[in-house]
């Protein structure tokens, strides 16, 4: 469960941040922590990272592009990354050949207590 982390999304999305993002090789992303000295993330209490929207593995995320970033819950932003991993394992999006369509996803946050997190991927799988 990642409550705090979808709650950022959703907060992200209505400020403007795009819904439809593009996955991207790990070759060519930001390293992590590259937000750490943003003023968004400092002031830390023990136990809170920084989480980024739109994601650090998209064409969206990282810095230069505006991302909005906040301080949440550890456990929760890691939760949100794990199943964020495996949507893009299930659906397939790193096979993919680059600039295709296909490695683009739509992010709709969803509070968990209304309905659990789930996958819908353009070749129709759904998890």
């Known amino acids: 469960m990642h409550p705090e982390a979808t ?25 992590k922590g590259w937000y750490d000295d ?9 136990g809170q990272q920084c989480d980024e929207y739109p994601y650090i593995s998209t064409e969206q995320g990282g810095p230069g592009n505006g991302v909005s970033l906040k301080l949440i819950d550890g456990p929760d932003n890691m939760n949100e990354g794990a199943q964020l991993g495996g949507f893009y ?39």
């Not at 996803?105 to 209304?114: A, D, K, M, S, W």
Request: proline fraction near 8%; charge should be negative; glycine fraction near 6%.
């Open 7 to 31: 709650r950022h999304d959703a907060e992200a999305i209505a400020d403007g941040q795009p819904a439809v993002l593009t996955y991207i090789d790990k070759s060519k992303r930001a390293s």
């Open 38 to 46: 943003e003023e968004n993330c400092q002031d830390r209490l023990t």
């Open 89 to 127: 394992k299930f659906c397939g999006l790193a096979a993919e050949p680059e600039g295709s369509p296909d490695r683009n996803f739509l992010v709709i946050p969803i509070p968990e207590e209304t309905m659990p997190t789930v996958y819908v991927c353009a070749n129709g799988r759904m998890q």
